[in-house]
C-alpha cells in the first residue's frame, strides 16, 4: 500500500498571508447520476444511490471518471507551476543514478541499479568479486517499453545460479506472471508460465514451486512445475479451502527445507518439505489451532518457531525436532517476556535475530547460539527506525540491517554478530543541501481519558516556534498490526523547508506498542483507532505545535479509512484532508465475498452478516455516515485497476459527499486510470503525484510557493 509522510513549520510564518491558488469555483464540478440500490441487512434498510458506479466497463461509470479527472485539472491548473516546482526539488533530493549495496549469495553478488532519466531499477550481478563483468538479470526499463503500467515481483534465482524465476504486472492488479530466464544463455525459457505472485526453488533446480490465486486473490493452492514439461503437467499439491486462510511459500535460509503456510489474521498451520526431495511428502509441524499464530526456520536439525501459544500475546521463541513436532516436545529457547514484542526471527548458523519492539521502538536482540548469551544492537537517537536489509547467507558473522529516522536518510550497515562492531556500508546520499543537523525530531504522548499514551512521532525544522501558528501535516494508519516505521523521505524535505511540522499518529490497529495495540484497534474495538487519531490531533493544537486551520491530515488504504471516519466523526479537525485509494464503503464491500480481501478480514473488520458485527460497522463505515454538514478540503486519488480497494469506493465516496457536504471547500477527486493501489509504477511519475498532493496541501496552508 502507497503513502506519502511529510513534516514541519517555521521559515515563512512571517510571510504575509497569500491568496489561495485553488478555487473549486473555477469549473463545474461533476453530478452523478443516482440510481437509488436498496440493501437490507438485519432489519436495517440502505439505500445506495451510487451502487451502479461499481461496474468498470459501464461507459456512465467512464464518463464520470473522465469527467471529475477534468475537473480536477482545472481546479489544480493554477498550482500547476508549484507542481513543477516541487517535482524539481523532489529530484534535487534524490541521487537518480544509484546503486544498491550489493550482497553476496552462493558465490555472486546480487545488487539493483538506477539511471538518470530511467523510470525503473536494473537488476544485476557479479560472478566472485566485485571487480567482475556486471551481468544484467532484468532491466525494468527494457521490460516496460509500451506498457502503461509495470510492476516487478518476486524473483528467485536456483540454487546453482543459472536459472531466474520472476513474477511481472502489467495491469496495475496485482495479476503476477511467472517466467523463467536461463543466465546462462540469457534467454527466457518458460515466458509467463502462470499468474503466480509467489515461488521458491527446490535444490534440484529443475523444481519450482508456486502459488495461485482464486478470484477474490486470494493465493490458496500450491502446485509443483518441472522445467520444460507443459503447465497441464503440473502437480496441484494443496489447496486451501477454509476462505478465511491465504497460503504462502518460503524457503529456509539454510536452503534444505521449502515451507508452505496457510495463515489467517489470528492462526496459522505450516508444511514441509526436504528441499533436495521435491517429489516427496509435505509434513505438517502444527494443525492449525484457535488463536495460535507461528511460523518456523530451521537450523541443524531444529525447527526454531515464533508462537504465541500459551497466552505469549507478544510471542516467544520455542524448538522442536524435525522429527518429532509435536508441541509436548517444543521447548523454550527465549522465555516470554511481555515487554518484547517479537515481530520476526532470523536463523543463522551460529546466532538468532529477533527483530522486536519495546517500549514502541524498534530493536535488533541478538543471541549466540554457542555461548546461550543475548543483546541488543543500540543506537542513539530518540526516534528512528531499524530492520534487516538482505541476508540470504546462512553460514555467516555478518549481518545487514537498515537504520533510518525522520531526519537521518536510509543506511546500510554490517554488523560483526560476535565482535559486536557494525559498520556503515552506504548511506543513501541526499543532494542538494539537505543537513540532517538542520532539523529535530522528538517523540510525544497524547493522553486519553482512560490513561492510554498514544506516541506522536514529530520532525520539523529547527528553530520552531511553539506558539500555535505552525502548518502541519498529520499522517495515520492503524490497521493490520501494521506499525508506522519512523524513516527518512527526501520528498519531505519540501514540506520541512516551507516551515510544516510533520507527524505521525502511532495509533490502537497498528503494533506499535505490541500485540494488545493491534488487538485493541480491531473488529469491535475499532473505534479506538478513529478516537486515538483525533486526541493526536487535538493534542497538538492544545500543545501549541500547530494551529487548526493550518492541520492537514492525510492517510492511505485503511489509512483512507481511518480519515474518513475522522471526518465524519469531527469535521471540525482540520483544514484540509488527503485521501489516498481509501477503503471507504466498509459495509457493501465486506458484504461482497468476491471481492479480494473480502472473507480474510473478516477478522480485521467483522462480518456485517453477523449481526453484532454488522451494527458496529455501521456505525464509523465512512460512506454510510456522510452527513450534511461542513468538510474541510478534501484530495482523493485512486487508481482504476487497484485490486486492494477497488476504484468504485471512494469513486461513490466523492459522488455521495459531492451531493451532501454544505461547504464551498475544494473537494478534488484524481483517478489514475493506468495503475493500481500504489499509484503510477514509474518512479518519475511517482514522484509528479507527490507533487499533487503537497501542492494541494501547500495551497490550503497558505503556501503557494
Request: charged share 30%; proline share 4%.
Amino acid at each position: 500500500m502507497s503513502r506519502l509522510r511529510f513534516a514541519l513549520v517555521f521559515a515563512l510564518l512571517v510571510a504575509p498571508a497569500t491568496l489561495l491558488a485553488i478555487d473549486p469555483g473555477a469549473a463545474t464540478p461533476p453530478v452523478a447520476k443516482k440510481e437509488p440500490h436498496k440493501i437490507a441487512w438485519h432489519g436495517d434498510e440502505r439505500i445506495d444511490d451510487y451502487f451502479w458506479i461499481k461496474e468498470k466497463t459501464n461507459k456512465d461509470v467512464l464518463k464520470y471518471l473522465a469527467d471529475e479527472n477534468a475537473y480536477f485539472k482545472t481546479v489544480m491548473k493554477p498550482t500547476e507551476p508549484f507542481q513543477e516546482k516541487l517535482y524539481k526539488e523532489f529530484l534535487s533530493h534524490i541521487k537518480q543514478t544509484d546503486e544498491e549495496v550489493p550482497v553476496r549469495n552462493r558465490g555472486y553478488w546480487y545488487y539493483s541499479r538506477t539511471v538518470e532519466g530511467q523510470q525503473y531499477r536494473i537488476v544485476c550481478r557479479k560472478k566472485g568479486t566485485l571487480d567482475a563483468p556486471e551481468e544484467v538479470l532484468l532491466d525494468g526499463n527494457a521490460m516496460a517499453k509500451g506498457e502503461k503500467f509495470f510492476s516487478l515481483g518476486q524473483t528467485r534465482v536456483s540454487d546453482d545460479g543459472n536459472l531466474l524465476a520472476f513474477a511481472t504486472d502489467t495491469t496495475g492488479f496485482r495479476e503476477y506472471m511467472l517466467s523463467v530466464k536461463d543466465l546462462r544463455t540469457g534467454k527466457i525459457i518458460e515466458s509467463k508460465l502462470v499468474k503466480a505472485p509467489q515461488f521458491e526453488w527446490a535444490a534440484d533446480n529443475k523444481t519450482l514451486f508456486y502459488g495461485t490465486e482464486d478470484e477474490a486473490k486470494r493465493l490458496h493452492k500450491i502446485w509443483r512445475h518441472t522445467l520444460g514439461q507443459p503447465k497441464e503437467n503440473d502437480a496441484m499439491l494443496y489447496e486451501e479451502k477454509d476462505e478465511l486462510f491465504w497460503l504462502e511459500l518460503s524457503k529456509s535460509r539454510d536452503g534444505k527445507y521449502l515451507f508452505h503456510t496457510s495463515a489467517s489474521f489470528t492462526s496459522a498451520e505450516q508444511r514441509f518439505l526436504p528441499s533436495e526431495t521435491p517429489n516427496g511428502e509435505w509434513k505438517t509441524l502444527l494443525k492449525r489451532e484457535a488463536n495460535h499464530e507461528y511460523d518456523a526456520d530451521h537450523r541443524d536439525g531444529l525447527f526454531y518457531i515464533r508462537t504465541n501459544r500459551d497466552k505469549a500475546t507478544n510471542f516467544k521463541v520455542m524448538t522442536c525436532s524435525v522429527e518429532n513436532t509435536a508441541p509436548a516436545n517444543w521447548k523454550d529457547l527465549m522465555p516470554y517476556d511481555a515487554k518484547v514484542f517479537i515481530e520476526g526471527v532470523s536463523v543463522f548458523k551460529n546466532h538468532l535475530v529477533l527483530s522486536a519492539r519495546v517500549g514502541g521502538q524498534t530493536q535488533l536482540i541478538v543471541r549466540d547460539f554457542g555461548s546461550g548469551a543475548s543483546h541488543t544492537i543500540e543506537f542513539k537517537e530518540q526516534v528512528f527506525d531499524v530492520g534487516l536489509s538482505r541476508n540470504p547467507e546462512f553460514d555467516t558473522t555478518s549481518l545487514r540491517f537498515t537504520y533510518t529516522s525522520l531526519v537521518t536518510p536510509d543506511s546500510e550497515y554490517e554488523y560483526d554478530m560476535t565482535a559486536k562492531t557494525r559498520k556503515l556500508l552506504k548511506q543513501k546520499e541526499v543532494p542538494g543541501g539537505y543537513d540532517p543537523a538542520n532539523y529535530a525530531t522528538e517523540r510525544v504522548f497524547a493522553v486519553a481519558e482512560d490513561g492510554t499514551k498514544v506516541p506522536i512521532s514529530l520532525v520539523y525544522k529547527k528553530g520552531l516556534k511553539r506558539d500555535g501558528t505552525a502548518p502541519c501535516l498529520l499522517y495515520g494508519y492503524g490497521s493490520y498490526g501494521y506499525s508506522l516505521t519512523n524513516d527518512f523521505d527526501p520528498v519531505r524535505v519540501s514540506l520541512l523547508d516551507r516551515g510544516v511540522i510533520y507527524a505521525q499518529a502511532h495509533i490502537r490497529g497498528g503494533s506499535e506498542m505490541g500485540r494488545t495495540w493491534y488487538d485493541d484497534g480491531k473488529m469491535l474495538k475499532k473505534l479506538n483507532t478513529f478516537g486515538d487519531f483525533i486526541l493526536c490531533a487535538d493534542f497538538l493544537v492544545k500543545e501549541k505545535y500547530c494551529s487548526r486551520d493550518k492541520l492537514a491530515i492525510e492517510g492511505g488504504s485503511a489509512g483512507g479509512l481511518l480519515i474518513a471516519v475522522v471526518l465524519n466523526m469531527r469535521p471540525d479537525l482540520c483544514k484540509a484532508a488527503v485521501l489516498k485509494v481509501p477503503f471507504v464503503d466498509a459495509i457493501t464491500t465486506m458484504l461482497d465475498e468476491s471481492i479480494p480481501l473480502t472473507v480474510q478480514e473478516f477478522q480485521q473488520w467483522g462480518n456485517p452478516k453477523v449481526k453484532a458485527e454488522y451494527e458496529y460497522l455501521r456505525k464509523y463505515c465512512p460512506y454510510t455516515n456522510i452527513k450534511k454538514t461542513n468538510y474541510p478540503a478534501m484530495l482523493v486519488m485512486t487508481s482504476l485497476n487497484d485490486s486492494q480497494v477497488l476504484f468504485h469506493e471512494p469513486t461513490k465516496y466523492v459522488a455521495k459527499l459531492r451531493a451532501l457536504k454544505t461547504d464551498k471547500n475544494p473537494l478534488l477527486f484524481r483517478c489514475n486510470m493506468d495503475a493500481g493501489h500504489g499509484g503510477a509504477s514509474g518512479r518519475y511519475d511517482h514522484l509528479k503525484e507527490d507533487a499533487i498532493v503537497l501542492a494541494f496541501m501547500l495551497d490550503q496552508m497558505g503556501i503557494t510557493k
